[in-house]
C-alpha cells in the first residue's frame, strides 16, 4: 500500500509518518506545498521527513497559483467569513489538496491522508477536495482513529519514536502560516475570556508600536485584479508580500475571533492578514465607484454565499464556478487606482480613481445642473410611497367604523 500526506512538518503530521507505516503497513510519500510560509519555514523538511520514515518528499511550489487563482478571486468576490474573517486557512486547502491528489496519482498511490483534527473544518476541506477530484482514493484520517487525544499526546508519541518537533507542553500554539495570513489557536486561546497574549503576534506591530506617523499606499486594479503598488506592477505573490510587510508595520489586520465551525462547535482564534485587509479595503472602494446599486446589493448577497462555500470546503464545485462567471461579469469594470492612508491599525481612504466611474459631480453636486430635476422627486417618492398611502387609508376606514 502507498499513501501521500500532506505534510507541513509540524507537530501533527511529523507523528502521522511513524503511526502510518506502524498501523498500515505501507510506504509513506510526503506532499508539502510552498504558499508562502515564509523563511526557514520548508527549511531542512525533506530531510525530516525521510529521517521519520518517509520514502520521499515533494515540495510544490503553489506561491504564484495561490495568489492569482485562490486569493485574488476571494478579493473580486469580496468574501468574508462572519464579517471578520479573511479565510486565509480555508482556501488554501482546496489548494493543497488538489496538488495531493495530483502527486497520488502520479505515484499510482492508494490513499491519501492528513494530519486535521475530527473536531475542525480542514478534515472537511480536504476529504470534499479528494472526493470531487479522485473519489477512487482511499482517505486516511488519523486522528479519528488513533490514541492520541491531545497535542501533549502527540508530543509525547513524538518523543517515544525520535521525531524533531518544535513544540513543547509548556508553549503550545497551533499555528498555520501562508502568503495570505497567520492563524494561532490552543493555548491561552482557548479561553475566550483571556486577552490574546503579545507573544501570539508574528507578522503586525500592534497599534502602540506602530509608526507615528501615517503611512500611505496606493494599490492598482484591472478588471477587480490586483495589479501594482505604488505604480509597480508586481506578481500576484510578491503583491501581496509587499502589501504584508507595509500593513504589518502599520498594525494593519489583526482580528481576534470566536467563530462557527462547520462541525457545529465554537472556536477562538487570533488572526493577521495585513495585505489581505488593505487588499480587501480597496477593491471595496473601487467597486463603490464603478458598480450600480442593484449590482452591488446582489454582490454583497453572492459575497456571503461565497465566503460560506470556502470556509466549508466547496471549492471544487459547480456552484462555486458559476458564482465566479457572476463575479467575472461585475469585475469588468473595477479598475483604477485607490490610495490608502495606514495609521496605527486604521485604514483611511485618500483617493478612489477609475475610467468607469459611475460618480459624476454634474449630479451629485449641491449646485444641480440640467441632468437632474428635483422636481421629478415629488412623483418618483409618491409612487414609492402608494402601499403606504393606501394602508394608512385603510386603517382610518377602519378606525372610523369602529
Known amino acids: 500500500m502507498k499513501v501521500v500526506l500532506a505534510y507541513s512538518g509540524g507537530l501533527d503530521t511529523s507523528v502521522i509518518i511513524p503511526w502510518l507505516k506502524e498501523h498500515y503497513d505501507c510506504e509513506v510519500i510526503a506532499m508539502a506545498g510552498d504558499i508562502g510560509q515564509g523563511a526557514g519555514e520548508l527549511d531542512g523538511i525533506v530531510e525530516k521527513a525521510k529521517k521519520t520514515g518517509a520514502s520521499k518528499c515533494y515540495v510544490e511550489d503553489m506561491r504564484e497559483e495561490f495568489a492569482r487563482d485562490y486569493l485574488f478571486k476571494m478579493v473580486r468576490a469580496g468574501a468574508v467569513y462572519e464579517g471578520k474573517y479573511l479565510l486565509g486557512t480555508s482556501v488554501a486547502r482546496p489548494l493543497l489538496a488538489k496538488r495531493q491528489v495530483e502527486v497520488a496519482l502520479r505515484e499510482g498511490a492508494d490513499a491519501v491522508a492528513h494530519g486535521c483534527t475530527g473536531k475542525g473544518n480542514d478534515q472537511v476541506r480536504f476529504e470534499l477536495t479528494v472526493l470531487a477530484l479522485a473519489p477512487q482514493l482511499k482517505i486516511i484520517a488519523p486522528w479519528r482513529e488513533w490514541d492520541i487525544k491531545s497535542r501533549e499526546d502527540a508530543i509525547d508519541y513524538a518523543q517515544k519514536h525520535n521525531v524533531p518537533i518544535a513544540q513543547s507542553v509548556e508553549k503550545i500554539y497551533s499555528r498555520d502560516r501562508n502568503v495570505w495570513h497567520i492563524s494561532h489557536e490552543g493555548g491561552a ?23 507615528d506617523k501615517p503611512g500611505r499606499v496606493t494599490i492598482g486594479f484591472e478588471h477587480g485584479t490586483p495589479v501594482s503598488v505604488d505604480g509597480q ?52 472602494e473601487l467597486e463603490a465607484l464603478t458598480l450600480d446599486r442593484a449590482t452591488t446589493a446582489y454582490k454583497e448577497h453572492i459575497a456571503l454565499d461565497y465566503a460560506q462555500m470556502i470556509y466549508n470546503g466547496l471549492w471544487f464545485t ?28 486604521n485604514i483611511g481612504i485618500e483617493s478612489r480613481k477609475s475610467p468607469n466611474s459611475l460618480y459624476s459631480t454634474a449630479i451629485a453636486s449641491f449646485t444641480m445642473g440640467e441632468s437632474y430635476n428635483q422636481k421629478d422627486a415629488e412623483g418618483f417618492i409618491r409612487l414609492i410611497g402608494l402601499p403606504m398611502r393606501v394602508r394608512a387609508a385603510l386603517n382610518e376606514s377602519l378606525r372610523k367604523n369602529r
Open 189 to 211: 486561546l482557548e479561553d475566550p475570556a483571556n486577552g490574546v497574549p503579545d507573544d501570539v503576534w508574528q507578522i503586525s506591530k500592534g497599534p502602540k508600536e506602530a509608526p
Open 318 to 345: 459547480p456552484l462555486r464556478e458559476a458564482l465566479d462567471a457572476f463575479i467575472d461579469s461585475t469585475q469588468q469594470v473595477v479598475t483604477g487606482e485607490v490610495t490608502l492612508e495606514l495609521f496605527k491599525g
Open 233 to 284: 506592477k508586481l506578481s500576484p505573490f510578491a503583491l501581496v508580500e509587499k502589501l504584508n510587510a507595509l500593513g504589518g508595520e502599520h498594525g494593519i489586520g489583526r482580528i481576534d475571533l470566536v467563530e462557527n465551525r462547520f462541525v457545529g462547535m465554537k472556536s477562538r482564534g487570533a488572526y493577521e492578514t495585513p495585505g489581505g485587509t488593505l487588499l480587501y479595503a480597496a477593491h471595496h
